[in-house]
C-alpha cells in the first residue's frame, strides 16, 4: 500500500501517532523519507513495544529535519540504539531532499531561514519574495485537509 498523506500514515501506524506531542509538521518533499522511517520502526518494533513508541515532535531545522521520539519503558539499549540510528539517517537523507518536491537539493538561506531545496525551488523562493514559512506553507506543507 502506498502512503501519500499523513492521515493515512497515521491510520496505517495509528501508535506512532497515538502519544502526546509537541508538534507534527509533515513537509511534502520529506514525506516519503519520514513513510520508510516509521515501516524501518514498525518492523523493528515487537508487538508488545510498539504501545510505547511515539512521535513527539517532527519539524525542519537547519534545513534537514528534526524527527524527535519517545519510548518510556523501554530498557532495551540494542533497540534504542537502532531506532537512533534510522532516524538519524533519515534526518540527514533530508539533507539532500528538497522540502517541497523530494528531488536532490542543497541547503539554501537565500530567505534568512535554511531550507534544503532543488533548483527550481530554490529560484522559485528568489523569485517569490515571501517570508519563508510562508513559502513553506505554499510549497512544501501538506494542506490541513491532508493532515
Known amino acids: 500500500m502506498t502512503i ?3 492521515r493515512e500514515l497515521r491510520e496505517r501506524f495509528p501508535y506512532q501517532f497515538a502519544g502526546k506531542h509537541m508538534g507534527r509538521t509533515f513537509l511534502r518533499g520529506w514525506f ?5 522511517l ?3 520502526i514498525d518492523e523493528l518494533l515487537e508487538e508488545d513495544d510498539k ?3 511515539t512521535w513527539v515532535y517532527l519539524k525542519e531545522k537547519w534545513g534537514s529535519a528534526r524527527f524527535h521520539w519517545e519510548m518510556p519503558g523501554n530498557e532495551d ?4 540504539h ?3 540510528e534510522l532516524v538519524s539517517q533519515a534526518e540527514r537523507a533530508t ?3 528538497c522540502v517541497a518536491c523530494s528531488a536532490p537539493a542543497t541547503i539554501n538561506d537565500d530567505g534568512g531561514w535554511y531550507l534544503a531545496l532543488c533548483d527550481q525551488h530554490a529560484e522559485q523562493r528568489r523569485t517569490v519574495q515571501t517570508t519563508s514559512w ?3 506553507r505554499d510549497f512544501a506543507l501538506f494542506p490541513p485537509e491532508d493532515q
Open 134 to 136: 510562508k513559502f513553506l
Open 82 to 84: 537502532d531506532i537512533r
Open 32 to 36: 516519503p523519507t519520514f513513510v520508510r
Open 38 to 40: 516509521c515501516r524501518h
Open 4 to 6: 501519500t498523506t499523513p
Open 77 to 80: 539499549a540494542e533497540l534504542t
Open 51 to 53: 504501545h510505547r513508541f
Open 95 to 97: 539533507e539532500k531532499l
